[in-house]
């Protein structure tokens, strides 16, 4: 068998097929036609699973944003499918594990949209402790409820941020500015910016907090993480909001608080059910609740974040499809890749047993073929290795030495990139 008998070219880039949903901005466009990709689907939507299975059939590369859910079904349907970009900063719409058994890298945004979530929700802060969405509703109505009582200017009052990650710590830094006193609470140590403090617990946060709001990342822990008892456990007066999963507040039992008046208002921007698409109905029982700010889940859709997010991601996604770099994959491990002249470059994604490193290496040994440059990364239960190929100029890695490469056991996907 010789590796330079039958060229085997990685896919041409105009054979790539890139299927973008959610109306993902048009910069991810620019960036994957500027690279040469120019098969792509663009849909302002996203799709159900039946759908989706369909759409999926034929693309190597899909885009995704918060909506769109990517089921082990989907990965187990999408046979050609090699990444997916999700071009936000949320990743819990995709089965995580079943991408990585089927080989398939998943990329996100983690930064971009951090700045539009924390603006939006300073805003509604202020609006929500000058008891705006009431007035409002009321003008709207005809009325006209010019009294200071109930309204309070934000300086002095105390901020309770529940994550104090990229969005709750940039948060910290604004609310500050206006005066008010941080306290936070996470699960991991963090280094507190500013004068904010960091509290032990979250009853200790809910206890001291006038606004309440939780930037925390969608986990079996965070799910209903705010029900009837830390509600009650707030101060009362004091206003929650929520811009970071539907899931973690439980819905009735914040519509029963400010009903009741315990909770002075609310501002929510996800919900546990959201509708899939602009032309479907919203339903809530936080409808028609006045001093409550409902807003269709745009904490992150600023046309700055979105143009920003495009350029990042596509930018992902191009580099694995050129070079095979996965660095800041959210859910393989990750290898950052230095390029060789005259070496061919193959890819090869397995179940992480001992002994594939060995395997694919004998098969280039007993081909007489010198490796340039390996770099393997492992996690848990995936590695993928990226080895460079030195070969004579013009010519490429045969398809029988693929073919063999492919069929150690244990592989998940093999294929040559160049
Ligand atoms: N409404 C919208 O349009 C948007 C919503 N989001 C949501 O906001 C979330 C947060 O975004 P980032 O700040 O960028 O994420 P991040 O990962 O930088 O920060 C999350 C923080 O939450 C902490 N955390 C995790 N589990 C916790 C728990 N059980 N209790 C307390 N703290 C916990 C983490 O340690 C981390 O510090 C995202 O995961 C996403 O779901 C993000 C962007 C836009
Ligand atoms: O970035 C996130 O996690 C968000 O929730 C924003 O989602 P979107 O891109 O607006 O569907």
Redesign the pocket.
Known sequence: MSHLASPQVSLAKDRINILLLEGVHDSAIKVLQQHGYTNIRALPTSLAEAELIEACQEAHFIGIR?RTQLTAKVFAAAEKLVAVGCF???T?QVDLAAARQHGVVVFNA?FS??RS?AELVLAEMIMLLRRIPEKNAAAHRGGWDKAAKGSFEARGKVLGI???????SQLSVLAEQLGMQVRY????T?LSLGNALQLAS?SELLAQADVVTL?????P??QW?IGPEQLAQMKPGAVLIN???GTVVKINALADALKSGHLAGAAI??FPVEPKGNDEMFESPLRGLDNCILTP?????TQEAQENIGIEVAGKLVRYSDNGSTLSAVNFPEVALPTHDKARRLLHIHHNRPGMLTRINQILADNNINVAGQYLQTDSEVGYVVIDIETPPKSSIADDLLAAIRSIDGTIKARVLY
Do not use: F, W
């Not at 609470?185 to 991991?188: G, K, L, V």
């Not at 889940?297 to 859709?301: A, E, V």
């Open positions: 918060s936000c900063i949320g819990n983690p949209n951090t979530v529940i994550g104090y990650g990229h969005i709750g609470y996470d699960i991991e963090k979250l930037h925390v990342p969608e986990t822990q965070t993480m811009a970071s999963r921007d996800v889940h745009i904490g992150g859709s």
